[in-house]
């Protein structure tokens, strides 16, 4: 886990210098582990074997 951690506060850094956003250490830290909470959110949807293979409702039928 301190590997994702140390990704997720190098990809904090990244992102809080491209945008030039002047974040304090503690700010980053919680943008860490923000991120890191939404990553495990995401990874979490993508595990479930009931919609693994189920295609996403991407057309719109405009017809009555």
């Given at each position: 886990?301190?590997?994702?951690?140390?990704?997720?506060?190098?990809?904090?850094?990244?992102?809080?210098?491209?945008?030039?956003?002047?974040?304090?250490?503690?700010?980053?830290?919680?943008?860490?582990?923000?991120?890191?909470?939404?990553?495990?959110?995401?990874?979490?949807?993508?595990?479930?074997?009931?919609?693994?293979?189920?295609?996403?409702?991407?057309?719109?039928?405009?017809?009555p």
């Amino acid at each position: 886990m301190k590997a994702m951690t140390t990704d997720a506060a190098q990809i904090i850094e990244l992102r809080c210098a491209e945008m030039r956003f002047p974040a304090t250490a503690e700010e980053k830290e919680r943008l860490t582990n923000r991120y890191l909470a939404r990553r495990a959110e995401v990874e979490a949807l993508y595990a479930m074997s009931e919609v693994k293979y189920e295609e996403p409702g991407v057309f719109f039928r405009p017809t009555p």
